[in-house]
């Protein structure tokens, strides 16, 4: 059971560049989220979906699209790089069928930086 | 709009002393507390959760974390605390059912051997 896994670990992007991060999830759980967290600002919420098919804005969405064409994985994109998009980017995913357990599994995180 | 305040950015200990971490949150209805763990370079883990029953929640590691109601505080204990302990400590809080989980800043820890 490999739980929430993030591909890639490391890239280097140059401004204006673009690439997509992937999370993959194995646990069949329904809600799946982007963070980034950067010094000092904890954790803030990118994108989120709540099921297949459907994504939502979080804290920080501009400059970001995200996708959930399957239940497991969550996409995230950013279409033209920049520098202030140099963070650690963390995928997490929780099961909201038990409505008491809002526990979120997390990724082992992407570290990004735009030069 | 939730929020959550974590007191101390840094703090640094000594060995065998005693840590507590201050976390209090603004939401007025029915909430879940978490206190998540990210040891150096690693992914963020759960370290104790408070749904409901005993506001005293005690998690791995000798951690526990007491619920106050009236104080909307969530504030993470440690008796003594140990140099593999070093790491970044998140407060976070959702409403049950929800899907939203809103985080603390985070606190910086660092035990000195």
């Known amino acids: 059971n490999a739980g929430v896994t993030q591909t890639p670990k490391f890239r280097v992007l140059k401004t204006g560049q673009s690439m997509t991060l992937l999370c993959a999830q194995d646990m069949n759980h329904e809600y799946m989220y982007w963070y980034r967290q950067d010094p000092g600002m904890g954790l803030r919420l990118i994108h989120y979906s709540v099921g297949e098919g459907t994504t939502a804005k979080g804290e920080v969405p501009d400059g970001y699209n995200v996708s959930r064409l399957k239940k497991q994985n969550f996409l995230l994109g950013l279409e033209s790089a920049a520098p202030s998009q140099t963070s650690v980017y963390f995928c997490?995913?929780?099961?909201?069928?038990?409505?008491?357990?809002?526990?979120?599994?997390f990724g082992q995180g992407t570290r990004l930086t735009v030069v | 709009a939730q929020s959550v305040s974590q007191h101390n950015h840094h703090v640094i200990l000594s060995e065998a002393a005693s840590l507590e971490l201050g976390c209090n949150y603004s939401y007025g209805g029915t909430v879940n507390l978490f206190w998540y763990v990210q040891y150096p370079g690693q992914h963020l883990q759960l370290l104790l959760k408070?749904?409901?029953?005993?506001?005293l929640v005690k998690g791995i590691k000798g951690f526990e974390a007491e619920f106050i109601k009236s104080k909307f505080s969530f504030n993470l204990r440690k008796p003594s605390v140990q140099w593999s302990d070093t790491a970044e400590y998140f407060c976070a809080v959702n409403v049950p059912g929800g899907f939203k989980t809103i985080f603390g800043a985070g606190t910086r820890l660092f035990v000195k051997a």
């Open positions: 408070y749904f409901s029953g005993d506001p």
């Open positions: 997490a995913s929780s099961y909201p069928g038990d409505s008491l357990n809002t526990e979120a599994f």
